[in-house]
């Protein structure tokens, strides 16, 4: 690429891509909003930050992606009880440590999620479409969570590719990525996220125009 374009490509660390999302989210809500904590599930890892300023007092990387577990854990169509019992216990030890000390760091005033998972948990669980605009507020409930979860991990991922939110390219992680959205949740003791339509495509762009204004780009 370096080559071809002159362009030197950076790759992100798993802590930079969880500092650089929450920055979006403080950027998106504000000073106002106090404490905030962040969870935010990709493909491969989530990322959990709690803080009070724009850089976050802890921030967590955890190869607890969407895409990698199903790859791991998933061998039938739909998943069998047995193999998502045995993940979500899985993603309850794995979420231990960090979950306590982000709640040592105290309560947040907001509790906020992004990515593409959380906003398709959203909108299954009756959130506004996107159609509807970035200014709507968005949230996902853990109760609406456990019952979506119910539904859905019945159905192939044919099936979820019918669900309005789903595309048919992540149909086959949903599940995955709603149960570590419900584990999250519950091991932070959250009973809500809003869902905040910033994340890392924002926070980049923010660090770098920062730099710029700082002469330091």
């Known amino acids: ?28 809500y504000g000073w106002s909003a106090g404490r905030l904590i962040n969870l935010d599930i990709g493909g491969g890892s989530l990322e959990l930050t709690s803080g ?8 967590y990387s955890l190869l607890l992606g969407a895409g990698r577990l199903t790859h791991e854990w998933f061998d039938t169509d ?6 998502i019992d045995m993940l979500r216990d899985y993603i309850d030890a794995e979420l231990v440590e960090p979950a306590r000390h982000l709640r040592t760091l105290g309560e947040p005033d907001l509790a906020v999620a992004t990515s593409k ?8 669980t009756g959130a506004a479409p996107s159609a509807a605009g970035p200014r709507v507020r968005r949230t996902l409930t853990a109760a609406g969570l456990r019952q979506l979860i ?7 991922a044919a099936d979820r590719a019918e669900l309005e939110g789903v595309s048919s390219n992540r149909s086959h992680q949903i599940v995955a990525g709603a149960l570590v959205a419900e584990a999250s949740m519950r091991a932070l003791g959250l009973d809500k996220v809003d869902i905040c339509p910033w994340a ?9 125009l920062d730099s710029d204004l700082n002469g330091e780009g």
Do not use: Y
């Not at 690429?1 to 998106?28: C, H, N, P």
């Not at 009070?52 to 921030?59: L, S």
């Not at 998972?117 to 299954?124: E, H, I, Y």
């Not at 890392?200 to 770098?208: P, S, T």
């Open 117 to 124: 998972t959380f906003r398709t948990l959203a909108r299954l």
């Open 78 to 83: 739909p998943p069998s009880r047995k193999k």
């Open 1 to 28: 690429m370096e080559k071809e374009t002159g362009i030197k490509l950076q790759i992100l660390s798993g802590e930079d891509e969880a500092r650089l999302t929450f920055l979006a989210v403080r950027r998106w």
């Open 150 to 156: 119910a539904f859905i991990s019945r159905m192939t």
């Open 52 to 59: 009070t300023d724009e850089d976050p007092e802890a921030a």
């Open 200 to 208: 890392l495509r924002e926070g980049i762009i923010f660090r770098r």
